[in-house]
């Protein structure tokens, strides 16, 4: 079954190449440490998803929007360039003029002009799959083209391919902000994400300029450093694994298995990622890992929230059972304790089927109504991942983005109150604050806006209670 | 020595051992002639047997694998459940232990009337039939379409979260859209391999080979290349991947093992065929079988009043149940005709000659058209409910080119206009249903003051 990525905008073209490059360099890859038939059905069931074959060149499923040429054409002869892979010529659209982060831009006025065009490509290639597993749509949540189309566009596939999954994978903004409206802009695309998309895989900035920084050791941090982690961590979720364990069966439904298993409820649809080890080509050479020293770490990075392997607490423990709720010595620490209501272990390499996971099904780490036994799934192979004798990923519906929503939402809100006060000051002649840079002027937005505010509100109101609740119950 | 006995060691072309061994090579799991001897007298030790064929040919192809792993008892009373409701009449058979100790007469003899009674052979085969062409499944959810689900039992002392429903739910749902999209893919496999074998095939009016067919011809005896049965199609087209993909026969969904398909369902066919003649001979000979019945049957010790006649009888279904039913109707139209007579007549001398102006007759007139013209409205939509014939059976899947003279069967428009409008009925039944639901929902909120509901997203 294969995949067929939607890359909208800047951001989510650069991250769609690379994603792209580290899928097929890693299936091409001979350290893969497996037999040569193992190494040829991985190979195969990674093309079969991602890539189709013309004359003899493999195409990436994927169909390449922006409102600007230039990224376009730079991806285009990137991918050009490697000798190995390609993007069809014919599933480029791009325009001249940009949406200048202007969410509304993208999703009133971009979104309905260009539908047809757009939709029809994404037809086209559609039609060349045998069976159509889903979307993958990566787009960045805060800018204008990306995020306004990206949210117009996945409500159309939504109409259009009512039984093909989509996920969107979506980037969140640094939080000392590119952009000024970029809180706008977030709570914008996430609110209408969370009616059309089935799963939001979402990588924050910031993170992954820490990784960069601290287990990559790269001085100078640029986009494309950032997007090869990007890259490097969605590969190791979405390259093949056996669809039963030890039976050398490659899954053929992946983005059905993980959403079956992360995100069947309606309200809780954000997955975040966590790869354990990442470290530099230079350092690879001199390290060993066991299993239990990687899922001892990525178990640890769960329950704590840690971004990554370095500066884990170790002090965070699972709240244990029949301890008096309002312990004062244990109330602190099990604020710090990341609630899951579903995770998924992928692990790679050497010796996988003797990997113990116990660690992730205690109960303690999941929700009162969803057993571990439900809430906890692991997908292997011994395929080894992109140059890593032994590695893990970890992909968690669970309170991860609590506070990065929590942070957006109550920006964005101060920024809508003290808009809607310059207003009435300005209405009623009385001097009042200086007048934000929004565009919440554009009569397009207001609407949007609004309701958009009220139904993330909603949202993440619902979440944060949802938590509380839990933490009350321990 | 009685008639039974002359038969069993009798001269003659046909000897009752010879006739037993072809019913039993007709039968899947058949037991051999010495047991139906045993049998006759009662022995005990033919009774687990009997009652393993009685279960094997009662219980429904489909549940075999469930059912297999029933116990002793359990087959048993299966049996005698079955046999109950098919309207077996002899209560001996009720009473018997269900440990298998004894009893082996009567269970011979419940075996013999199914067999005289229904077309038992032709559904074994039926129901082990090889299926070479691309099958259709046809409607299942015939019993989903009838009213009166049962009411959901909630035990109102074990609180369920609503959380872990809605998370169940969309786990349903997840799984629906998997299972649309793996139809989708086999039926685009299926239209390859039918475009591809355009021509090949050497009956005019299929036109193209089957996925089974195709796989023979293409390997009808390597046995260097081990394949996994469900793998072939893919491989077949060159596609990558494994997981078990829909097939035609049942034995061929068997094929995890890896094992030589072609070879595999050629031992099958042999084995349906070898069973198809064990039918026909047996066909030729059943007279012997049925003469010894009677002296089973004289064996037994009187029943009470209601010991039936056992008459071997062509199986002709429902036929003597239908002429029952006619001649009651008939009486009951007798009946009906008189008293209608009877009260018009005296209706008629109530009446007097009132009634008999102008508008009297026009408003007859009126009335009686309306009536003949609901009658036709009711008789059109009978007509059209019911249909074309699609329940059945399972049809072979072929592809020809629309208005190919001399094209029979049934055209994939008329399929997809039925399952349109079954989903249809299926649609309005869910909203019927929602909306009880909302009602029950509403109604229990209301019950309780303060509380506030809001339906979940996508609700």
């Given at each position: 079954?294969?995949?067929?990525?939607?890359?909208?905008?800047?951001?989510?073209?650069?991250?769609?190449?690379?994603?792209?490059?580290?899928?097929?360099?890693?299936?091409?890859?001979?350290?893969?440490?497996?037999?040569?038939?193992?190494?040829?059905?991985?190979?195969?069931?990674?093309?079969?998803?991602?890539?189709?074959?013309?004359?003899?060149?493999?195409?990436?499923?994927?169909v390449?929007?922006?409102?600007?040429?230039?990224?376009?054409?730079?991806?285009?002869?990137?991918?050009?360039?490697?000798?190995?892979?390609?993007?069809?010529?014919?599933?480029?659209?791009?325009?001249?003029?940009?949406?200048?982060?202007?969410?509304?831009?993208?999703?009133?006025?971009?979104?309905?002009?260009?539908?047809?065009?757009?939709?029809n490509?994404?037809?086209?290639?559609?039609?060349?799959?045998?069976?159509?597993?889903?979307?993958?749509?990566?787009?960045?949540?805060?800018?204008?083209?990306?995020?306004?189309?990206?949210a117009?566009?996945?409500?159309h596939?939504?109409?259009h391919?009512?039984?093909?999954?989509?996920?969107?994978?979506?980037?969140?903004?640094?939080?000392?902000?590119?952009?000024?409206?970029?809180?706008?802009?977030?709570?914008?695309?996430?609110?209408?994400?969370?009616?059309?998309?089935?799963?939001?895989?979402?990588?924050?900035?910031?993170?992954?300029?820490?990784?960069?920084?601290?287990?990559?050791?790269?001085?100078?941090?640029?986009?494309?450093?950032?997007?090869?982690?990007?890259?490097?961590q969605?590969?190791?979720?979405?390259?093949?694994?056996?669809?039963?364990?030890?039976?050398?069966?490659?899954?053929?439904?992946?983005?059905?298995?993980?959403?079956?298993?992360?995100?069947?409820?309606?309200?809780?649809?954000?997955?975040?990622?966590?790869?354990?080890?990442?470290?530099?080509?230079?350092?690879?050479?001199?390290?060993?890992?066991?299993?239990?020293g990687?899922?001892?770490?990525?178990?640890?990075?769960?329950?704590?929230?840690?971004?990554?392997?370095?500066?884990?607490?170790?002090?965070?423990?699972?709240?244990?059972?029949?301890?008096?709720?309002?312990?004062?010595?244990s109330?602190?620490?099990e604020?710090?304790?990341?609630?899951?209501?579903a995770?998924?272990?992928?692990?790679?390499?050497?010796?996988?089927?003797?990997?113990n996971?116990?660690?992730?099904?205690?109960?303690?780490?999941?929700?009162?109504?969803?057993g571990?036994?439900?809430?906890?799934?692991?997908?292997?192979?011994?395929?080894?991942?992109?140059?890593?004798?032994?590695?893990?990923?970890?992909?968690?519906?669970?309170?991860?983005?609590?506070?990065?929503?929590?942070?957006?939402?109550?920006?964005?809100?101060?920024?809508?109150?003290?808009?809607?006060?310059?207003?009435?000051?300005?209405?009623?002649?009385?001097?009042?604050?200086?007048?934000?840079?929004?565009?919440?002027?554009?009569?397009?937005?207001?609407?949007?806006?609004t309701t958009?505010?009220?139904?993330?509100?909603?949202?993440?109101?619902?979440?944060?209670?949802?938590?509380?609740?839990?933490?009350?119950?321990? | 020595?009685?008639?039974?006995?002359?038969?069993?060691?009798?001269?003659?072309?046909?000897?009752?051992?010879?006739?037993?061994?072809?019913?039993?090579?007709?039968?899947?799991?058949?037991?051999?002639?010495?047991?139906?001897?045993?049998?006759?007298?009662?022995?005990?030790?033919a009774?687990p047997?009997?009652?393993?064929?009685?279960?094997?040919?009662?219980?429904?192809?489909?549940?075999?694998?469930?059912?297999?792993?029933?116990?002793?008892?359990?087959?048993?009373?299966?049996?005698?459940?079955?046999?109950?409701?098919?309207?077996?009449?002899?209560?001996?058979?009720?009473?018997?232990?269900?440990?298998?100790?004894?009893?082996?007469?009567?269970?011979?003899?419940?075996?013999?009337?199914?067999?005289?009674?229904?077309?038992?052979?032709?559904?074994?085969?039926?129901?082990?039939?090889?299926?070479?062409?691309?099958?259709?499944?046809?409607?299942?959810?015939?019993?989903l379409?009838?009213?009166?689900?049962?009411?959901?039992?909630?035990?109102?002392?074990?609180?369920?979260?609503?959380?872990?429903?809605?998370?169940?739910?969309?786990?349903?749902?997840?799984?629906?859209?998997?299972?649309?999209?793996?139809?989708?893919?086999?039926?685009?496999?299926?239209?390859?391999?039918?475009?591809?074998?355009?021509?090949?095939?050497?009956?005019?009016?299929?036109?193209?080979?089957?996925?089974?067919?195709?796989?023979?011809?293409?390997?009808?005896?390597?046995?260097?290349?081990?394949?996994?049965?469900?793998?072939?199609?893919?491989?077949?087209?060159?596609?990558?991947?494994?997981?078990?993909?829909?097939?035609?026969?049942?034995?061929?969904?068997?094929?995890?093992?890896?094992?030589?398909?072609?070879?595999?369902?050629?031992?099958?066919?042999?084995?349906?065929?070898?069973?198809?003649?064990?039918?026909?001979?047996?066909?030729?000979?059943?007279?012997?079988?049925?003469?010894?019945?009677?002296?089973?049957?004289?064996?037994c010790?009187?029943?009470?009043?209601?010991?039936?006649?056992?008459?071997?009888?062509?199986?002709?279904?429902?036929?003597?149940?239908?002429?029952?039913?006619?001649?009651?109707l008939?009486?009951?139209?007798e009946?009906?005709?008189?008293?209608?007579?009877?009260?018009?007549?005296?209706?008629e001398?109530?009446?007097?000659?009132?009634?008999?102006?102008?508008?009297?007759?026009?408003?007859?007139?009126?009335?009686?058209?309306?009536?003949?013209?609901?009658?036709?409205?009711?008789?059109?939509?009978?007509?059209?409910?019911?249909?074309?014939?699609?329940?059945?059976?399972?049809?072979?899947?072929?592809?020809?080119?629309?208005?190919?003279?001399?094209?029979?069967?049934?055209?994939?428009?008329?399929?997809?206009?039925?399952?349109?409008?079954q989903?249809?009925?299926?649609?309005?039944?869910?909203?019927?249903?929602?909306?009880?639901?909302?009602?029950?929902?509403?109604?229990?909120?209301?019950?309780?003051?303060?509380?506030?509901?809001?339906?979940?997203?996508?609700?």
């Open positions: 079954m294969s995949i067929v990525t939607v890359q909208l905008g800047q951001c989510g073209n650069q991250i769609g190449f690379e994603v792209f490059n580290a899928l097929f360099t890693d299936s091409q890859s001979s350290q893969g440490l497996c037999s040569k038939r193992e190494n040829e059905a991985y190979q195969a069931s990674c093309k079969e998803r991602f890539f189709r074959e013309e004359k003899g060149v493999p195409i990436a499923r994927a390449l929007v922006d409102m600007e040429p230039k990224v376009i054409n730079h991806v285009l002869s990137k991918a050009a360039q490697s000798g190995q892979w390609k993007y069809s010529q014919h599933a480029c659209f791009c325009q001249k003029q940009g949406s200048g982060n202007n969410w509304a831009y993208g999703y009133s006025v971009h979104g309905p002009k260009h539908e047809d065009s757009i939709m490509l994404i037809q086209k290639e559609v039609e060349k799959c045998d069976s159509l597993n889903g979307f993958f749509i990566i787009m960045s949540i805060a800018g204008g083209t990306g995020s306004g189309l990206g117009f566009l996945t409500q596939l939504h109409d391919y009512s039984n093909a999954l989509k996920m969107n994978q979506i980037i969140w903004p640094y939080g000392t902000g590119e952009v000024i409206v970029q809180n706008y802009n977030s709570i914008l695309t996430l609110s209408h994400l969370y009616r059309s998309s089935d799963a939001l895989l979402i990588h924050e900035n910031d993170t992954i300029h820490k990784i960069c920084a601290k287990l990559m050791n790269i001085k100078q941090i640029s986009f494309g450093d950032i997007n090869q982690v990007l890259a490097h969605l590969g190791s979720v979405f390259q093949p694994t056996y669809s039963v364990e030890g039976s050398f069966h490659y899954r053929r439904n992946p983005l059905g298995d993980l959403m079956e298993n992360l995100v069947p409820h309606p309200e809780f649809k954000m997955l975040g990622v966590r790869n354990i080890p990442q470290m530099s080509e230079n350092s690879l050479p001199y390290s060993t890992f066991t299993w239990a990687l899922l001892k770490h990525l178990r640890q990075m769960l329950i704590s929230n840690a971004k990554m392997e370095e500066g884990i607490d170790w002090q965070v423990r699972p709240p244990l059972p029949g301890l008096p709720p309002l312990g004062k010595m109330q602190n620490r604020q710090h304790f990341n609630t899951s209501l995770n998924l272990v992928i692990l790679r390499g050497k010796d996988v089927q003797n990997a996971l116990e660690g992730f099904k205690d109960p303690a780490l999941y929700t009162s109504w969803l571990p036994d439900e809430a906890f799934t692991v997908w292997k192979t011994q395929r080894a991942f992109s140059r890593y004798e032994k590695s893990a990923a970890l992909v968690s519906n669970s309170q991860f983005f609590v506070k990065p929503l929590d942070t957006i939402v109550g920006k964005a809100w101060n920024m809508f109150a003290s808009k809607e006060a310059w207003n009435y000051a300005r209405v009623h002649g009385t001097p009042g604050p200086a007048p934000p840079q929004t565009p919440g002027g554009d009569s397009r937005v207001r609407p949007l806006l958009g505010l009220a139904a993330w509100g909603t949202v993440v109101r619902g979440r944060v209670s949802e938590v509380c609740a839990e933490l009350s119950k321990q | 020595m009685d008639g039974g006995a002359a038969a069993w060691t009798g001269a003659g072309p046909r000897t009752l051992p010879e006739a037993i061994a072809t019913l039993s090579r007709s039968l899947p799991a058949g037991p051999s002639p010495e047991i139906f001897r045993r049998a006759k007298f009662d022995h005990p030790e009774a047997v009997l009652w393993r064929l009685l279960f094997r040919v009662l219980a429904p192809l489909r549940a075999n694998c469930a059912a297999a792993s029933l116990g002793r008892g359990a087959q048993a009373r299966w049996v005698k459940v079955v046999l109950h409701y098919c309207g077996y009449p002899r209560p001996a058979l009720a009473q018997l232990p269900e440990d298998g100790s004894q009893g082996s007469r009567e269970l011979l003899l419940a075996f013999s009337w199914l067999l005289a009674r229904v077309p038992l052979l032709e559904w074994l085969l039926s129901q082990t039939c090889v299926q070479l062409g691309d099958q259709v499944p046809t409607f299942e959810c015939e019993a379409a009838s009213p009166g689900l049962a009411a959901p039992q909630v035990d109102a002392r074990r609180s369920v979260d609503l959380r872990r429903l809605q998370w169940l739910m969309g786990k349903l749902r997840f799984r629906w859209r998997s299972l649309i999209c793996s139809q989708q893919e086999q039926c685009a496999l299926l239209s390859k391999i039918h475009t591809y074998t355009h021509g090949c095939h050497s009956d005019q009016n299929l036109g193209h080979l089957s996925v089974t067919e195709t796989e023979m011809l293409r390997d009808p005896e390597d046995s260097q290349q081990v394949r996994k049965g469900p793998e072939a199609l893919r491989q077949m087209l060159g596609c990558p991947g494994s997981q078990a993909l829909w097939l035609p026969a049942d034995t061929l969904v068997q094929a995890e093992v890896p094992s030589l398909l072609a070879l595999q369902l050629l031992r099958v066919l042999e084995r349906e065929n070898a069973r198809l003649e064990a039918a026909l001979e047996w066909r030729q000979c059943e007279l012997i079988f049925w003469q010894w019945m009677d002296t089973v049957l004289g064996a010790p009187p029943e009470g009043p209601a010991v039936p006649t056992f008459l071997p009888r062509i199986p002709e279904h429902g036929c003597q149940e239908l002429e029952l039913v006619a001649r009651e008939q009486a009951l139209q009946k009906l005709r008189e008293q209608v007579l009877s009260r018009r007549q005296a209706w001398t109530q009446v007097g000659g009132l009634g008999h102006g102008p508008e009297w007759s026009a408003a007859r007139q009126a009335l009686q058209q309306t009536v003949e013209q609901e009658l036709l409205a009711l008789q059109r939509s009978w007509e059209q409910e019911r249909g074309p014939s699609l329940t059945q059976g399972p049809h072979r899947l072929v592809k020809i080119k629309a208005g190919t003279a001399g094209a029979q069967g049934l055209p994939v428009a008329e399929v997809i206009r039925a399952l349109r409008s989903e249809a009925s299926l649609e309005a039944m869910l909203c019927w249903l929602q909306g009880q639901c909302r009602q029950e929902l509403a109604r229990l909120a209301g019950a309780v003051p303060g509380l506030l509901w809001i339906l979940p997203p996508g609700c």
